[in-house]
């Protein structure tokens, strides 16, 4: 039995367009309004997936015909995450 990380797709049409699937089972897409205050928002399902909280910030990145919304994280919540990377490749000759 697949959980829903696993059923995630993502298919690269060429090296430009990248389609992510992530609701590849039968859960609908969400769908908000645009108020006239031009805010929308962010439906609970989601916020709890993504762990938003109030009064977070978030990167707002207009990408051809779409909207990204990219949460900024605490510097803390990155420590570590490079741990276990493998550094061991020789530089070229021009790099010290």
Excluded at 21 to 27: A, E, H, T
Excluded at 72 to 90: M, S, V
């Amino acid at each position: 039995m697949m959980n829903e990380k696993d059923s995630r797709l993502t298919i690269s049409i060429d090296r430009n367009i990248v389609i992510h699937n992530l609701y590849r089972s039968s859960k609908p897409l969400e769908t908000v309004k645009l108020s006239p205050k031009f805010q929308v928002v962010i439906p609970k399902n989601v916020r709890l997936a993504m762990n938003l909280k109030p009064g977070q910030r978030i990167q707002v990145i207009p990408l051809e015909n779409r909207i990204e919304l990219v949460p900024e994280r605490n510097l803390t919540e990155l420590r570590g995450f490079l741990l276990g990377i493998d550094t061991g490749f020789e530089r070229e000759d021009d790099r010290s």
